[in-house]
């Protein structure tokens, strides 16, 4: 496996709370990114990384914030959970940007009450 | 923009049986086609990839070849194993480099 590590693998919270998940990696790529997974929709983008304090917005971004402040650790925040935010996150991390293959973290499961 | 469309699931069958699972895409250019596979209570792994025009990617006696005049990468095993019930899913990278995942195939295979 590379070595990407996410937390909390669970996490219950209730509307309104700040969430944050984490994800580190031991690979030194560069390249780091927050997909969500919902049934019937595939994993959808929500922001990625292409270096330490360079980030993007992805395809489902509206209510999510991240930051890279080291090449190991990318942070997802969501500052005021909302119950369709209810889902199981992923990591993923590749060399470069294209043709790299992502590999992915074991994910976390957030349940928003 | 771009997409990936792959069939719907979950997909039973018997263990030997041949599996098919079709995925086409919509591009601008000639983007790289990939294949993921997840187990359950794991996250994706890469199970193969092509980057351009009639190629083929193989692992683990599964096959995907690019087909541009058909927009397709359909993904073919020709003896299944209980082992390999999971979900896939067709991707591609687009223009800017990123993944478009299809809505992925649950399939079942049973004894």
């Known amino acids: 496996d590379a070595g990407i590590t996410q937390s909390p693998r669970h996490k219950v919270t209730e509307t309104g709370t700040p969430v944050t998940l984490r994800c580190h990696q031991t690979e030194n790529h560069r390249y780091m990114y927050w997909y969500r997974q919902d049934p019937g929709h595939g994993l959808r983008l929500i922001h990625y990384s292409y270096g330490v304090k360079d980030t993007d917005k992805g395809e489902v971004s509206d209510g999510y914030s991240v930051s890279r402040s080291k090449t190991e650790d990318f942070l997802l925040t969501l500052e005021s959970a909302t119950s369709s935010q209810t889902s199981v996150y992923f990591c993923a991390i590749s060399e470069s940007s294209g043709n790299s293959p992502l590999h992915f973290g074991n994910g976390t499961r957030l349940t928003v009450t | 923009g771009d997409s990936v469309t792959q069939m719907e699931g979950p997909v039973t069958l018997s263990e030997e049986a041949c599996l098919t699972i079709?995925?086409?895409?919509?591009?601008?250019?000639?983007?790289?086609l990939f294949w993921y596979v997840q187990y359950p209570g794991e996250g994706l792994q890469l199970l193969l990839k092509a980057t351009k025009a009639d190629d083929k990617g193989s692992n683990k006696g599964f096959e995907a070849t690019y087909r541009k005049e058909t927009t397709s990468f359909h993904l073919e095993k020709g003896s299944v194993q209980v082992s390999d019930s999971a979900v896939y899913f067709c991707a591609l990278a687009d223009s800017w480099g990123k993944l478009q995942f299809g809505a992925g195939t649950q399939v079942v295979v049973t004894p």
């Open positions: 079709n995925c086409t895409y919509t591009a601008t250019g000639y983007p790289s």
